[in-house]
């Protein structure tokens, strides 16, 4: 079962962003707080908020790999592609601008979702989560942008971590995690700043592969909690990771500086996806021809 926020005034395939209540919570109750449907209506995307399944002792989960989760069977990856691809042919939703976050435990299957669900969404932003069993042990995953907004007095998911936890199970530190995706993708570049007025320390790796960053939003002092921030923050960060077709530069521009990269592209017989305007598996006259169309017009 899900929820879907879809605003008044959408564009043609519009993007789609998956957001995943915490344990014991609801689709309705982060749909509630989380400001995501204001900031779509704001911005023109849709939202999704899928429901976790009941576990044993009917308290709502998405099944991440907790010690007391061992006799669950439930396969959340599964179902949440499989809604992903529902929506995305049902109503059009853009399969190449999808994206996900979450709370809490559904902060940590949004991480579960990054290892085990290549090429599904464009980036994860988890609130208050870390990485549980497999996700953590077993993740292999392609480059993926990450924006991690953790408490560090978060008296549940302890910014510390604990290896010896027997009850959620042991869980890496929030900067562990931060370390793994940003040695994934390959940054070689890290920054640190002070978000004036949010109390909150920023620390951004960049220079990664394919300009996948990985940010970590400290906030000082805080708990388990959703910042009131949060909508906006990642919205935008997931609006650096937008595809535009004809956008081969990646400067969220169609101009001129694309009809030379693609032209440049033809003459060394080489294939950029985002100068594919035709989607006919190569790069060609006829799509520079559309990419002079979309700059016309």
């Known amino acids: 079962q899900y929820y879907l926020y879809e605003p008044e005034s959408i564009q043609d395939n519009p993007p789609l962003v998956f957001a995943l209540h915490g344990f014991t919570g609801s689709a309705l109750g982060i749909s509630s707080y989380s400001g995501l449907n204001a900031m779509a209506e704001e911005q023109g995307f849709v939202v999704c908020y899928p429901q976790g399944t009941s576990d044993q002792n009917g308290d709502n989960f998405w099944n991440v790999g907790y010690n007391f989760h061992a006799n669950q069977t439930v396969d959340d990856v599964s179902f949440i592609i499989s809604l992903a691809e529902y929506l995305q ?112 320390i920023k620390h951004r790796y960049f220079e990664c592969i394919d300009s996948k960053e990985v940010w970590l939003y400290e906030v000082v002092g805080g708990g388990h909690d959703w910042p009131q921030y949060s909508a906006q923050e990642i ?13 081969v530069n990646g400067d969220s521009f169609i101009n001129v500086q694309d009809i030379i990269l693609s032209v440049n592209l033809i003459l060394g017989s080489q294939y950029n996806s985002l100068s594919d305007l035709n ?19």
């Open 89 to 200: 042919s049902e109503y059009d939703y853009d399969d190449r601008n999808t994206f996900v976050t979450g709370m809490s435990n559904g902060a940590e299957m949004s991480y579960k979702l990054a290892c085990e669900a290549d090429g599904i969404f464009k980036a994860i932003a988890p609130v208050a989560g870390t990485m549980f069993g497999v996700s953590w042990t077993e993740c292999t995953p392609s480059p993926m942008p990450v924006l991690e907004i953790h408490g560090t007095n978060d008296g549940v998911t302890l910014w510390g971590g604990d290896l010896n936890d027997s009850y959620w199970g042991p869980y890496p530190g929030t900067e562990d995690v931060i370390s793994f995706w940003a040695q994934e993708n390959e940054c070689l570049s890290n920054e640190t700043l002070s978000l004036e007025g949010l109390n909150t």
């Open 235 to 247: 919205w935008s960060f997931f609006s650096n990771y937008m595809f535009t077709l004809g956008d």
């Open 279 to 297: 989607q006919d598996d190569a790069v060609d006259i006829l799509d520079i021809v559309q990419i002079v169309n979309l700059i016309l017009n």
